[in-house]
């Protein structure tokens, strides 16, 4: 059974950094691509970071960040803990947002349950 369990929300001020960690079962993180989306209050879940699966040669330079974020948030995978992070600094009370983290597999798309991370002073 697929499962993605999202943690690492939480409430930091303005110019902290979080890490948000996606936990996956049931498939090999690094055979597919994986996604990190966001969705603000009021406004549509968008997507801010994606990492392909291994087997696309050059994989760093495969890597895309949404514009707002470039700099200063950085995805990654451990495929030994079968894990995808979102190191996530220098926040602003705009990255507000429920984080999800996104699986494709195949025709198949999963979704993680999302993790709440609040910026404010």
């Known amino acids: 059974q697929v499962q993605l369990v999202e943690s690492g929300g939480g409430l930091v001020q303005p110019g902290g950094s979080l890490r948000l960690s996606c936990a996956a079962s049931?498939?090999?993180?690094?055979?597919?691509?994986m996604t990190w989306y966001r969705q603000a209050p009021g406004k549509e879940r968008r997507l801010v970071a994606s990492i392909p699966s291994v087997i696309m040669s050059d994989v760093g330079d495969h890597i895309h960040y949404t514009d707002s974020v470039k700099g200063r948030f950085t995805i990654s995978r451990d495929d030994a803990k079968n894990t995808v992070y979102l190191q996530m600094n220098n926040l602003t009370p705009e990255d507000t947002a429920v984080y999800y983290c996104?699986?494709?597999?195949?025709?198949?798309?999963?979704w993680g349950q999302g993790t709440q991370v609040t910026v404010s002073s």
């Open positions: 996104n699986a494709m597999l195949g025709e198949y798309e999963y």
């Open positions: 049931g498939f090999i993180v690094s055979s597919y691509a």
